[in-house]
């Protein structure tokens, strides 16, 4: 079967936040229950509508897994594009407390992404690999940016890369149960200061 993006159609300002509210309770039952064992009936009682509406802002399931993915890479794309010209320390540090901001208030994207990545398909599934590698290349730039200016030592930026991501993208399993306690900026510093001292040039 193969899986393809869902054409747009034309919206207004409460059909997007209608989208937004459903992306939201599904995204909180994905992260309750698991997205093989949430229906789209479970998802309709969440948000309050009945089952035939609900279909009338998603197709499917799978059609809420994909907006759940485009909502939270198109969130880190846009905050680390943001951040282009800055020092490539700051860079990283702003990019972790980032994606540790995205785990304490959407957990639910955030499980959905890392774990339910798989369960998209066709064009839904090559859409978010396209998105997901231009984020690491991204960061991967910033690696390379910071070794060229002198600032870092040399390193394998690809290695590098995937070193940093999985700091920042594992949080997702520990760090929502102390994010009350603990801001993104507090632990994205504990977390990159050892690692981005490991980079330093000598």
């Known amino acids: 079967m193969v899986t ?16 937004a509210l459903i992306i939201e309770g599904c995204a909180t039952l994905f992260d309750k229950v698991g997205y093989h064992n949430t ?33 939270h890479i198109t969130s880190l794309l846009r905050s680390l594009e943001s951040l282009k010209g800055k020092d490539p320390a700051v860079v990283l540090q702003a990019a972790c407390a980032d994606i540790l901001r995205q785990i304490a208030t959407h957990p639910g994207y955030v499980r959905a992404f890392m774990d339910n990545y798989h369960d998209l398909e066709g064009e839904m599934k090559d859409s978010i ?11 991967k730039d910033v690696i390379i940016e910071g070794t060229e200016k ?3 030592r040399e390193t394998d930026p690809l290695l590098t890369a995937y070193a940093f991501l999985g700091m920042g993208n594992w949080a997702y399993k520990w760090y929502p149960a102390m994010a009350a306690e603990r801001t993104p900026e507090e632990v994205a510093l504990a977390l990159c200061t050892p ?8």
């Open 4 to 19: 393809k993006v869902a054409k747009t159609r034309p919206r207004t300002e409460a059909h997007d936040e209608k989208r």
């Open 39 to 71: 229906s789209m009936q479970m998802v309709a009682d969440e948000v309050g509508l009945g089952k035939p509406t609900l279909y009338h802002y998603f197709p499917s399931k799978i059609a809420i897994l994909y907006a759940i993915h485009d909502t």
């Open 129 to 139: 690999r396209t998105a997901r590698r231009t984020y690491f290349n991204m960061i």
């Open 150 to 152: 002198g600032q870092f």
């Open 195 to 202: 690692f981005l001292d490991g980079l330093k040039a000598k």
